[in-house]
């Protein structure tokens, strides 16, 4: 009997299946890694630039600054919040055309800003509509990195993260010469067909399939490919089933969710343990940048000089996010310890931020916390591969990114909060750098023998008839006497692939 499964039925984005193969670690991969800046430098870059609007707005509209400010908020809480929609949709429909679609969607939220008569209307169209269209293409493409790269993975996402912090730098003059020539309208339209050259470059992201992504599904005795991403690939399956119980509306629904996200990460304690930690991060990344300023105020320092602290900041970031892709691995200090080392840092050089009572010391401080702050972000992404698999990539980034998105917009109104309460922003300091000391910490308990994987139990057979190769996927059965006799389902895969 012949079958094919939902995930297979809805898929706009098949092509004929090749051989599993491992990943790269190159080749293409460089090509989806300058898709990465290009990607980067539209979203985050254009986001950090959007400040030069925040006056004209405010002016144009009668608003207060918090209402303005809240633009920036909903784009940044909606690419976090947004991330497992976009992991399910590169799994269901394939990275190439998501991240083609994320580019449009945002660059749309630009241009339909033309018609905007309130801030509302901005809320929803550069707030809703561009964050959606950011992390659509943004998660993506860094799945998509992290799928194509092993020992050069964090260079590759040390290029693709760089992106951001380089038009940093040219974004604002130019959105501001753009608003004094063709209005804040005008300049937004143009900014949309910036952002549309997304949808350009991702076309580069060419899916792969992972020898990863050939597994056996124990749980459901089902043999398949268990990636939900690699669904895209499989045109040709003979599927055998033998049914003699009937599943559960659970189990139903269960099923349809594991089709486009891998839900099984969250039974993995190791993957628990790092999402505690991701959320710790995100809550007490960015009280430095918030605090910063007007800490600096506060002690009699005048304000251009204040400011400049943020582009100490900036520039520690653009060194750190060139220089960490530099890093080797060790096989007992891999990226993951990486990771969290580089985020005890942040945390412990934060606790004592409260020292720094003169200019140079202030300026000292910002440019070590923007140096490893930077680095922070491509072992992210690396340390997310390592963790979840880079077959599972597209699931695992997804879930982390939700958790901390939560973070950071967590983090900054109870840090303002204690602010409030205690008058000092030293307190600010110390709650941020203590969230990040932790976050650093909890990572390192990964090597206790508890939280180690492991070792896959399932086997994957290839055979070769005429020419053609089949892939036979065969769940062995510790108990084949009891599972006959129990009458669980049978089924048996066979992957068509041509030489």
């Given at each position: 009997?012949?079958?094919?499964?939902?995930?297979?039925?809805?898929?706009?984005?098949?092509?004929?299946?090749?051989?599993?193969?491992?990943?790269?670690?190159?080749?293409?991969?460089?090509?989806?890694?300058?898709?990465g800046?290009?990607?980067?430098?539209?979203?985050?870059?254009?986001?950090?630039?959007?400040?030069?609007?925040?006056?004209?707005?405010?002016?144009?509209?009668?608003?207060?600054?918090?209402?303005?400010?809240?633009?920036?908020?909903?784009?940044?809480?909606v690419?976090?919040?947004?991330?497992?929609?976009?992991?399910?949709?590169?799994?269901?429909?394939?990275?190439?055309?998501?991240?083609?679609?994320?580019?449009?969607?945002?660059?749309?939220?630009?241009?339909?800003?033309?018609?905007?008569t309130?801030?509302?209307?901005?809320?929803?169209?550069?707030?809703?509509?561009?964050?959606?269209?950011?992390?659509?293409?943004?998660?993506?493409?860094?799945?998509?990195?992290?799928?194509y790269?092993?020992?050069?993975?964090?260079?590759?996402?040390?290029?693709?993260?760089?992106?951001?912090?380089?038009?940093?730098?040219?974004?604002?003059?130019?959105?501001?010469?753009?608003?004094?020539?063709?209005?804040?309208?005008?300049?937004?339209?143009?900014?949309?067909?910036?952002?549309?050259?997304?949808?350009?470059?991702?076309?580069?992201?060419?899916?792969?399939l992972?020898?990863?992504?050939?597994?056996?599904?124990?749980?459901?005795?089902?043999?398949?490919?268990?990636?939900?991403?690699?669904?895209?690939?499989?045109?040709?399956?003979?599927?055998?089933?033998?049914t003699?119980?009937?599943?559960?509306?659970?189990?139903?629904?269960?099923?349809?969710?594991?089709?486009?996200?891998?839900?099984?990460?969250?039974?993995?304690?190791?993957?628990?343990?790092?999402?505690?930690?991701?959320?710790?991060?995100?809550?007490?990344?960015?009280v430095?940048?918030?605090?910063?300023?007007?800490?600096?105020?506060?002690?009699?320092?005048?304000?251009?000089?204040?400011?400049?602290?943020?582009?100490?900041?900036?520039?520690?970031?653009?060194?750190?996010?060139?220089?960490?892709?530099?890093?080797?691995?060790?096989?007992?200090?891999?990226?993951?310890?990486?990771?969290?080392?580089?985020?005890?840092?942040?945390?412990?050089?934060?606790?004592?931020?409260?020292?720094?009572?003169?200019y140079?010391?202030?300026?000292?401080?910002?440019?070590?916390?923007?140096?490893?702050?930077?680095?922070?972000?491509?072992?992210?992404?690396?340390?997310?591969?390592?963790?979840?698999?880079?077959?599972?990539?597209?699931?695992a980034?997804?879930?982390?990114?939700?958790?901390?998105?939560?973070?950071?917009?967590?983090?900054?109104?109870?840090?303002?909060?204690?602010?409030?309460?205690?008058?000092?922003?030293?307190?600010?300091?110390?709650?941020?750098?203590?969230?990040?000391?932790?976050?650093?910490?909890l990572?390192?308990?990964?090597?206790?023998?508890?939280?180690?994987?492991?070792?896959?139990?399932?086997k994957?057979?290839?055979?070769?008839?005429?020419?053609?190769?089949?892939?036979?996927?065969?769940?062995?059965?510790?108990?084949?006497?009891?599972?006959?006799?129990?009458?669980?389902?049978?089924?048996?895969?066979?992957k068509?692939?041509?030489?």
């Amino acid at each position: 009997m012949t079958e094919e499964t939902p995930s297979q039925m809805g898929t706009l984005c098949r092509r004929k299946p090749g051989r599993p193969v491992d990943p790269p670690d190159g080749g293409w991969g460089w090509m989806v890694a300058l898709a990465g800046f290009v990607v980067s430098a539209c979203s985050y870059g254009v986001m950090r630039s959007l400040g030069v609007f925040f006056v004209t707005w405010q002016d144009y509209f009668s608003v207060t600054a918090a209402e303005t400010g809240l633009i920036q908020s909903i784009i940044t809480g909606v690419l976090n919040l947004a991330a497992p929609i976009a992991g399910a949709l590169s799994n269901r429909f394939g990275c190439r055309v998501v991240v083609m679609a994320g580019g449009v969607i945002s660059s749309a939220g630009f241009l339909l800003s033309l018609w905007a008569t309130s801030l509302f209307h901005l809320y929803l169209t550069v707030g809703f509509l561009t964050g959606f269209g950011y992390s659509l293409s943004l998660i993506t493409t860094m799945a998509t990195i992290g799928r194509y790269f092993t020992t050069h993975r964090l260079r590759a996402n040390s290029i693709a993260a760089i992106g951001a912090s380089f038009v940093s730098f040219a974004f604002p003059p130019l959105f501001q010469y753009l608003m004094d020539e063709y209005t804040w309208r005008g300049a937004l339209v143009i900014i949309g067909g910036i952002v549309l050259q997304v949808a350009g470059f991702g076309a580069l992201e060419r899916p792969i399939l992972l020898k990863g992504d050939v597994t056996t599904d124990k749980t459901s005795e089902n043999v398949q490919e268990s990636s939900p991403q690699s669904s895209r690939f499989a045109d040709n399956k003979i599927n055998v089933n033998v049914t003699t119980e009937k599943h559960s509306l659970t189990k139903v629904i269960l099923g349809k969710i594991s089709s486009v996200i891998d839900i099984t990460l969250l039974t993995e304690p190791r993957f628990l343990v790092f999402c505690v930690a991701v959320f710790l991060f995100g809550f007490g990344r960015f009280v430095p940048n918030i605090y910063i300023v007007p800490r600096a105020r506060a002690f009699g320092v005048e304000e251009y000089p204040s400011a400049f602290l943020l582009s100490i900041l900036a520039i520690g970031d653009i060194i750190g996010r060139a220089s960490v892709g530099l890093l080797p691995e060790w096989p007992r200090f891999r990226r993951v310890d990486q990771f969290a080392m580089n985020t005890f840092l942040m945390g412990f050089i934060t606790l004592f931020a409260p020292l720094a009572k003169t200019y140079a010391t202030m300026a000292v401080y910002s440019g070590f916390y923007g140096l490893l702050m930077g680095g922070c972000v491509p072992l992210l992404y690396s340390a997310i591969a390592e963790i979840g698999g880079a077959n599972r990539m597209s699931s695992a980034l997804g879930i982390i990114m939700f958790l901390r998105g939560i973070g950071n917009l967590a983090g900054p109104p109870f840090s303002g909060w204690l602010r409030d309460i205690t008058g000092s922003f030293d307190a600010t300091l110390l709650e941020g750098g203590s969230c990040l000391v932790l976050a650093g910490l909890l990572p390192f308990v990964l090597h206790l023998r508890v939280f180690q994987p492991t070792k896959p139990e399932n086997k994957v057979e290839e055979h070769e008839i005429d020419g053609t190769r089949l892939s036979l996927l065969a769940a062995e059965r510790e108990e084949s006497s009891t599972a006959s006799t129990q009458g669980h389902e049978t089924s048996v895969v066979i992957k068509e692939t041509a030489l």
